[in-house]
Structure formats: structure tokens, C-alpha cells
């Protein structure tokens, strides 16, 4: 044998440069299916948060084995198009693409920037005009009118009305309140000028009513100091909200749309 080869220097650096190009190859082949350290991290705390501890060495073999063969199937779907007919899939992939686009960093914005956007959008940040009232259900109109004049006469109203699952008094309600509770448009039909004084009858879901309305809160601006948490809320979605509606723009730009 030449001396050459006799030599451990070469050997070495012969199966050293072997062995790169092996795992050069087998790290470049587009088809690897490659078990990485953070998947084998994640493959192991999705099984530490639903079994509640950590799996033993038999068990981690598994969930790998069943993880290889998940992801080769996976990417069989792919290659074959399974995905574009799948409107499920479609939804699923554009939410995440969403929250790719609105996960941008935003900077904390100093305190004349939320000042700005509070009173931009103060109608957010007002509370509306809220209604004080008690109130008497009637399923007839005729039976209302009669408990009107016998309230115009000094009849007590706690002797008065018709049982219902509607409460007697309400306080501090506002219009969605009063549609939501009485049906659409009861709130239009109060007469907010006059109080202290029963009105009627007003028709709503339920039937009839007379109403003594005894307070109305005009609508009240929450102050920015009371609303800045809220202010800071609404002002980080609105930057995600314009950073995914840029991110569509772009996409939008550097596609060609056709409609055939």
C-alpha cells in the first residue's frame, strides 16, 4: 500500500468530507422530512399541555413516528392540490396569513397621539342619552286607555297593569336598551320632553304601555383619563387593522387579476 494512504490525516479528512457531502445532499433534498430540535419541542409541549406531563422516552418515539407520518401525509395533500378545493383549509390559511399581517410591532404611542385618536373618534367614548323610568304592560290598547284615565284620576299605578315578564321600572336605559328589551322603534315613541308625567299608550312587542319616565341623562363624553385603557385597545386594532389592510394592498400591486 503507498505510504500515502497510510497515513490517519488522510483517512480523516476523507470520511470528514464523505460525511459533509452526505448530509449536504440529504439537507438539500426538498422531500426531507427533517425532526428538528423546536419540533420535537413543540411535538412535546402539545402533549405536556393536554396530558398535563412531560412523555416518557417510549412515548416521545411515538408522537414523533405519528408527527413523520402526519407531515408526509400532509405534504402529499399539497403536492396533489387537496387544499385549494377545501374551502375550510382556504379560510384557515388566510387567517393566519391575517395575523402574520397585523403581528407587525407597533411602538407605544406617546400621549398626544392617543389624545388625537380619542377625539377623532369621540363618539366611541360617549356613553348615550339614558332613560329613568317605570312603566305598565297591557296586551290590549282598550285596557291601557282605561288605566290611563284611572291614573289621570289618582288611581295608584302599583294597582295597575297586567302581569308580564317585563320589569316595572328600568333605570338608566339607553335607546339600544329600550329596542332591544321592547322591540325595534319603542325608544323613538317616548316622549323624552315629558317628564314626571305618565305617557301612553306605546305599542311594542309585548303589547301596551304606559310609561312614567322620571329621569333623562343627556349623552355624556367618558373622559380620556376614565377611557385610555380602552383608548389603547382601540388604537393598537385600528394600526392591525391598517397594517393588514397595506400588507392586501401589496399583495394586490404585485398580482395580476383577472376576471374571465
Request: net charge negative; glycine share 4%.
Amino acid at each position: 500500500m503507498p505510504t500515502l494512504l497510510r497515513q490517519p490525516l488522510l483517512w480523516f479528512l476523507c470520511i470528514s468530507g464523505a460525511l459533509f457531502i452526505a448530509d449536504a445532499r440529504t439537507a438539500n433534498q426538498p422531500d426531507a422530512i427533517v425532526v428538528t430540535p423546536a419540533v420535537r419541542q413543540r411535538i412535546v409541549l402539545l402533549w405536556e399541555t393536554q396530558m398535563g406531563a412531560p412523555p416518557t422516552a417510549s412515548e416521545l418515539e411515538s408522537l414523533i413516528a405519528g408527527w413523520i407520518e402526519e407531515e408526509a401525509l400532509y405534504r402529499e395533500a399539497i403536492r396533489l392540490g387537496l387544499e385549494r378545493e377545501d374551502s375550510i383549509i382556504r379560510r384557515r390559511l388566510v387567517q393566519k396569513l391575517n395575523f402574520i399581517a397585523e403581528s407587525d410591532p407597533v411602538a407605544e404611542p406617546e400621549e398626544a397621539t392617543l389624545e388625537a385618536f380619542y377625539l377623532s373618534n369621540i363618539g366611541d367614548y360617549t356613553l348615550p342619552e339614558r332613560l329613568t323610568f317605570r312603566q305598565l304592560t297591557f296586551r290590549e290598547e282598550t285596557s291601557a286607555l282605561a288605566a290611563f284615565s284611572a291614573l289621570a284620576s289618582g288611581a295608584s299605578a302599583d294597582t295597575l297593569g297586567e302581569s308580564t315578564m317585563l320589569n316595572r321600572a328600568y333605570s338608566y336605559r339607553s335607546a339600544l336598551d329600550l329596542n332591544s328589551t321592547f322591540g325595534m322603534g319603542f325608544a323613538a315613541r317616548i316622549d323624552t320632553a315629558a317628564l314626571n308625567t305618565w305617557q301612553g299608550p306605546l305599542k311594542s312587542s309585548f303589547g301596551f304601555h304606559l310609561l312614567f319616565l322620571s329621569s333623562v341623562e343627556p349623552q355624556q363624553a367618558t373622559p380620556f383619563f376614565a377611557a385610555k385603557d380602552k383608548v389603547l385597545r382601540d388604537y393598537s386594532q385600528a394600526n392591525k387593522k391598517f397594517a393588514r389592510q397595506r400588507y392586501v394592498e401589496n399583495l394586490l400591486d404585485n398580482t395580476e387579476i383577472r376576471i374571465e
